[in-house]
Nanobody, 122 residues
Framework: QVQLVESGGGLVQPGGSLRLSCAAS????????MGWFREAPGKEREFVAY????????LYADSVKGRFTISRDNARNAGYLQMNSLKSEDTAIYYC???????????????WGQGTQVTVSS
């Protein structure tokens, strides 16, 4: 099992950027796929991006493709989500998840952090 803690959220104007971090505990982080998901008020948790355990493959939701970049540093037990050209519809709580298999489904990630709030507003 791995414990996750997200950070880096905040208030940003439309068109701005934020970088979210996901700090993982344990020695086995490099064996887990990592995903980023988000929950907007009144909506279900939705897939944003995922990255394979060694970072060789990434996948993005169409809504963020070309604006967001997922990455990881296994030596630091950390994952990241660089978010550029932010829009008001990106406002949500962002969660990182870790699982033995990746994908677009939240069910693939049994380990979750507590989330970090991202608000895009002028």
């Amino acid at each position: 099992q791995v414990q996750l803690v997200e950070s880096g959220g905040g208030l940003v104007q439309p068109g701005g950027s934020l970088r979210l971090s996901c700090a993982a505990s344990g020695r086995t982080f490099s064996t887990y796929y990592m995903g980023w998901f988000r929950e907007a008020p009144g909506k279900e948790r939705e897939f944003v991006a995922y990255i394979t355990n060694r970072g060789g493959i990434t996948l993005y939701a169409d809504s963020v493709k070309g604006r967001f970049t997922i990455s990881r540093d296994n030596a630091r037990n950390a994952g990241y989500l660089q978010m550029n050209s932010l829009k008001s519809e990106d406002t949500a709580i962002y969660y990182c998840g870790a699982g033995r298999t990746g994908g677009r489904s939240a069910l693939s990630y049994p380990n979750w952090g507590q989330g970090t709030q991202v608000t895009v507003s002028s």
